[in-house]
């Protein structure tokens, strides 16, 4: 009995999609920005989610929604949706979470909705998952640990190397097990 074995080729575009819905876990995504050249010193989140296919816009959105990820059924794309009145390090965290939702969860919905409220205490799993997708993408637990031993112990100064808000940073730490002078 004969055995045909059918060589399967792939264009670069449905390859990419292949990696793209692998994709699953901070460290896969991180990997994902290094291979398609993104800049991870910090994360330029913005680049990431443009090599994953996903539109960024910043619009006006009402004060309680810090942004949206959206699939667009028009155009075949997934969309973030960034709330422009806010500031520049809150504008990257909700482009992270928004991506922790499309590497996480897009297969259980196509609209996934950042209202600040759910930042401090999460009921929704969805909303946990994605900001620990957010922090750890932001502010890898290698990275941040070197900072620390390099001597850079404030809180301020790590939000201000990581481009986030000082609690984003205090999370962190804690979510690492770290704790000290300004942690």
Avoid at 11 to 37: M, P, S, V, W, Y
Avoid at 63 to 74: I, P, V
Wanted: glycine fraction near 6%; include cysteine.
């Amino acid at each position: 009995m004969a055995i045909v074995r059918r060589k399967i080729f792939l264009t670069r575009q449905e390859a990419n999609k292949n990696d793209i819905a692998l994709i699953d876990t901070a460290d896969k995504l991180i990997r994902f920005a290094k291979a398609h050249e993104v800049n991870c010193d910090p994360l330029d989140v913005e680049d990431l989610a443009k090599k994953l296919g996903i539109r960024v816009e910043f619009v006006e959105l009402s004060d309680d929604l810090s942004g949206k990820l959206f699939y667009d059924e028009e155009s075949g794309q997934w969309r973030i949706q960034v709330n422009t009145y806010h500031h520049p390090n809150r504008q990257r965290y909700t482009i992270a979470h928004e991506l922790g939702h499309f590497c996480k969860h897009k297969h259980l919905s196509h609209i996934f909705e950042d209202k600040i409220f759910f930042r401090g205490g999460e009921s929704k799993r969805s909303e946990w998952q994605a900001n620990e997708f957010a922090s750890e993408i932001l502010m890898p637990e290698y990275k941040f640990k070197k900072q620390v031993r390099s001597g850079v112990k404030e809180i301020k100064d790590l939000a201000r190397f990581f481009k986030v808000s000082t609690l984003t940073v205090r999370l962190r730490a804690k979510s690492l097990g770290m704790s000290g002078h300004g942690l």
